[in-house]
C-alpha cells in the first residue's frame, strides 16, 4: 500500500514537470510567433535599416542648403549682374551706378535706357552722358513723366511741336516709350544746335528757355560733368 501511494506521488510529480515544461516550449514557441509577426509589420519600404538612411539622406540636404551651395548661388546672382552691365560700355557702369543712388531707380529697370542712349547716341555722334544728363534734369529718369505743358517721357518731348519726328504709324503716346522717346528727343536736340549754333544756346532752346544767363543749359552741363566723374571713377575700379 505504501509502495502504491509513493508511485502514485512520483507520477504526479513526474506529470507536473511535463506539464510545466510544456507551458514553458507553448510559451516560448508563442513568443517566437508573436516577434515574427511584429517583424513583418515592421517590415516596410522606409523603416528598413537601408530605407531610413536613404530617407535621411534624400531629405537633409533639401531641408537648408549649405553654405558652400549658398555662396554658389551668391556667385551666379553676381555673375548675372555683371553680364547686365556687359551690355553697356565700361565707362557708363560707373554712371550707372551713379544714376541708381541719385535717382533711386534700379539698375535693372535704367539699364535699357543707358543701352538706347548709348546706341543712338553713337548712331548720332552725340556723346551719350549728355542725352543721359537731359533725361535726368528734365524726367529724373521716369519714362512716364508729363508736364503741365504736355511734355512726355524721358527726354520731356512736347507732341504738338515734334510729331513730324515720330515714326509713322505711331501716335503721341509712343514717346512714353523710352526707345521712341530718347531718339526723338535726340532730334530734337541736334535741330536746336543747329539753329543756335552751339551745345549752350542749343540746350537753352531745347528747353524753350530764352534766359540769357543760361541756367538750363548749365545744369545740364554740370549733371553731365557729375556722370563723367562717377564713369571715370567705375572705370579706374574695374581696372
Given at each position: 500500500?505504501?509502495?502504491?501511494?509513493?508511485?502514485?506521488k512520483s507520477m504526479a510529480r513526474h506529470l507536473d514537470a511535463?506539464?510545466?515544461?510544456?507551458?514553458?516550449?507553448?510559451?516560448?514557441?508563442?513568443?517566437?510567433?508573436?516577434?515574427?509577426?511584429?517583424?513583418?509589420?515592421?517590415?516596410?519600404?522606409?523603416?528598413?535599416?537601408?530605407?531610413?538612411?536613404?530617407?535621411?539622406?534624400?531629405?537633409?540636404?533639401?531641408a537648408s542648403a549649405s553654405p558652400a551651395q549658398e555662396t554658389a548661388g551668391s556667385s551666379v546672382t553676381d555673375a548675372d549682374a555683371d553680364t547686365e552691365s556687359a551690355?553697356?560700355?565700361?565707362?557708363?557702369?560707373?554712371?550707372?551706378?551713379?544714376?541708381?543712388?541719385?535717382?533711386?531707380?534700379?539698375?535693372?529697370?535704367v539699364l535699357p535706357v543707358f543701352e538706347v542712349a548709348e546706341l543712338i547716341g553713337q548712331e548720332r555722334r552725340i556723346d551719350p552722358l549728355l542725352i543721359l544728363a537731359i533725361i535726368g534734369v528734365e524726367s529724373g529718369f521716369n519714362p512716364f513723366a508729363e508736364s503741365s505743358m504736355g511734355a512726355r517721357g524721358l527726354m520731356q518731348v512736347i507732341p504738338r511741336f515734334h510729331m513730324?519726328?515720330?515714326?509713322?504709324?505711331?501716335?503721341?503716346?509712343?514717346?512714353?516709350?523710352?526707345?521712341?522717346?530718347?531718339?526723338?528727343?535726340?532730334?530734337v536736340l541736334e535741330e536746336a544746335i543747329r539753329r543756335r549754333g552751339g551745345l549752350t544756346a542749343g540746350l537753352q532752346y531745347y528747353a524753350g528757355s530764352s534766359d540769357s544767363d543760361g541756367g538750363y543749359a548749365s545744369k545740364v552741363l554740370a549733371e553731365k560733368a557729375r556722370l563723367e566723374k562717377a564713369a571715370r571713377r567705375g572705370s579706374e575700379s574695374n581696372a
Open positions: 500500500m505504501s509502495v502504491s501511494i509513493t508511485l502514485n511535463v506539464s510545466s515544461f510544456t507551458q514553458y516550449v507553448l510559451m516560448i514557441a508563442g513568443l517566437l510567433l508573436l516577434l515574427g509577426s511584429v517583424g513583418l509589420v515592421f517590415k516596410g519600404p522606409g523603416l528598413k535599416a537601408g530605407g531610413i538612411s536613404k530617407t535621411v539622406v534624400s531629405v537633409v540636404p533639401a551690355s553697356i560700355s565700361p565707362n557708363l557702369v560707373g554712371a550707372l551706378e551713379y544714376v541708381k543712388r541719385r535717382y533711386r531707380v534700379s539698375p535693372e529697370a513730324d519726328k515720330v515714326p509713322d504709324g505711331t501716335g503721341s503716346r509712343q514717346l512714353f516709350d523710352p526707345a521712341v522717346n530718347i531718339r526723338v528727343g535726340v532730334y
